[in-house]
């Protein structure tokens, strides 16, 4: 693999970190209607070698409020003339216990492109996967024991965590394709990010293979994740980063745009 691909594929690897990952008990997901963030992704010499954004918005569907999260990434600058790379999520969670109902995803990596979906029946307890570029590869899953969500997702999700501190864990599922694999998160400490905003003190976070399970994923190769989130009212998750065995890719937030108020919804009981 080339530098530029190499560049490119740890800007997908870190995209992949923000959105499928959720905490073993269901909780509604910690991102509000009109929420978004932007990030800047570093790598070493190239300051700006891609970009990542989330946005949430809440939308009524069959005549239940849902939360649709989209994540999108792609390399910039001179990395992008040299390698493209452009990658989409979107999800949809259940707007009162967070649980994921559909993920399709869509990206174009040099002249790999994939696109493929996956849909959740939790009544009959089976997930459907669909790959709209390899149909042979087109099966049904048995959802997982814990609720699973895409890792990028499930890393913004830790905001919520708001008793967490150094030496907590806290586990989650994740989901890559049509994969599942137990994640275990540690606090492992707390320090000051530089942000848009001035200096904030920040909770790190490290998401590893639980203990006894093999590394499935991006962790296969001994990749390192990290996020820090803000320890202010908004709990922001203001920088996150991988390490590679060829180096580490670094987002920093830069833009972040507020909730709205809820769209209004009627009442459910569950």
């Not at 792609?74 to 109902?101: N, W």
């Not at 399709?104 to 994939?114: D, E, F, V, Y």
């Not at 997930?127 to 390899?134: E, S, V």
């Not at 994923?217 to 996150?240: N, Y």
Request: with cysteine; glycine share 8%; charged share 20%.
């Amino acid at each position: 693999m080339n530098l530029p691909a190499r560049l490119a594929h740890a800007v997908l690897l870190l995209a992949m970190i923000l959105p499928a990952a959720h905490p073993a008990r269901a909780e509604a997901i910690a991102l509000g209607n009109g929420e978004s963030m932007k990030f800047r992704v570093s790598w070493g010499i190239f300051p700006k070698a891609g970009e990542i954004t989330v946005n949430a918005r809440t939308e009524m569907i069959g005549g239940l409020p849902n939360t649709r999260v989209t994540t999108k990434l792609a390399t910039s600058g001179i990395i992008r003339t040299l390698y493209t790379l452009e990658a989409a999520g979107d999800c949809i969670f259940d707007a009162f216990d967070g649980r994921l109902l559909a993920i399709t995803t869509k990206s174009i990596s040099g002249k790999k492109r994939t696109h493929a979906m996956a849909v959740f029946n939790y009544a009959a307890g089976s997930i459907r996967y669909d790959d709209f570029l390899n149909p042979a590869k087109n099966s049904t899953l048995p959802i997982p024991k814990s609720d699973a969500m895409d890792l990028i997702t499930a890393l913004v999700q830790t905001r919520a965590w708001t008793d967490m501190k150094p030496g907590d864990t806290r586990p989650i599922t994740a989901i890559f394709e049509d994969h599942f694999y137990d994640l275990l998160v540690t606090a492992v400490g707390y320090e000051k990010v530089k942000t848009p905003w001035g200096e904030a003190d920040t909770l790190i976070l490290a998401p590893a293979p639980a203990p006894g399970s093999a590394p499935q994923g991006m962790f296969k190769k001994g990749t390192t994740v990290r996020v820090w989130i803000s320890q202010d009212a908004r709990r922001l998750p203001v920088k996150f980063q991988l390490g590679l065995k060829y180096g580490t890719g670094t987002a920093h937030i830069t833009d972040y745009t507020p909730p709205v108020t809820p769209v209004s919804a009627p009442i459910v009981n569950k």
